[in-house]
């Protein structure tokens, strides 16, 4: 695979900066919204999660 890793995973970092910019950019540049460090972590683990597709692992865990 052209530009892949060992694994064949892509190692540029376009495809990085474009998954932080639809992932989490796009929920902590909200107008107006002012984020505490630990809580702007929670909610960007929490995207990873969901658009990673491996929300159903993380609910049965909620209290």
């Known amino acids: 695979m052209e530009g892949g ?3 064949g995973l892509p190692i540029g ?3 990085i900066e474009a ?3 639809h992932v989490l ?3 902590l540049k909200i107008s107006g919204a ?3 460090p630990s809580n702007a972590e929670t909610v960007a683990q929490l995207r ?3 658009s990673n597709d491996r929300w159903s692992e993380l609910w049965p865990l909620a209290p």
Request: glycine share 16%; proline share 0%.
């Open 19 to 21: 998954g932080h910019k």
């Open 5 to 7: 890793g060992a694994a």
């Open 48 to 50: 990873v999660l969901r």
């Open 34 to 36: 002012a984020w505490l």
């Open 25 to 27: 950019e796009a929920r």
């Open 13 to 15: 970092s376009g495809l």
